[in-house]
């Protein structure tokens, strides 16, 4: 029974993967990849497998084990980034703003 439960799970996130407008490519690709790993382990351990002796690892659980990583990794890069961004975009605010103040105070002198 929680076979089909997280087949459907797999196969809806998928299909979010692909018809939701994410800004992001990487983060389509991942959903999408992600959710064709999960239900190909929850299918059977032979797909895993064939898929990490065809990619060149031993195991499936070690492939697993990698992309968990690497994952992991990329999710930390994506939100330095984003953060770096966002830093930006205030810094940029608060110089505009500290302008517009200096303006608005030299006009009522």
């Given at each position: 029974?929680?076979?089909?439960?997280?087949a459907?799970?797999?196969?809806?996130?998928?299909?979010?993967?692909?018809?939701?407008p994410?800004?992001?490519l990487?983060?389509k690709f991942?959903l999408?990849f992600?959710s064709?790993?999960g239900?190909f382990?929850?299918?059977?351990?032979?797909?895993t497998?064939?898929i990490?002796?065809?990619?060149?690892?031993g195991?499936?659980?070690?492939?697993y084990?990698?992309?968990?990583l690497?994952t992991?990794?990329l999710?930390i890069?994506y939100?330095?980034?984003?953060?770096?961004?966002h830093e930006?975009?205030?810094?940029?605010l608060?110089?505009?703003?500290?302008?517009?103040e200096a303006?608005?105070?030299?006009?009522?002198k």
């Amino acid at each position: 029974m929680i076979k089909y439960i997280l087949a459907a799970l797999f196969v809806a996130l998928f299909c979010y993967g692909l018809f939701r407008p994410l800004t992001s490519l990487y983060s389509k690709f991942f959903l999408i990849f992600g959710s064709l790993l999960g239900l190909f382990s929850v299918l059977g351990e032979e797909y895993t497998t064939y898929i990490a002796n065809v990619v060149g690892v031993g195991r499936g659980a070690d492939l697993y084990l990698y992309l968990g990583l690497i994952t992991v990794f990329l999710f930390i890069l994506y939100t330095i980034n984003k953060f770096k961004l966002h830093e930006r975009k205030t810094s940029s605010l608060i110089q505009k703003i500290a302008l517009l103040e200096a303006i608005i105070n030299k006009n009522k002198k």
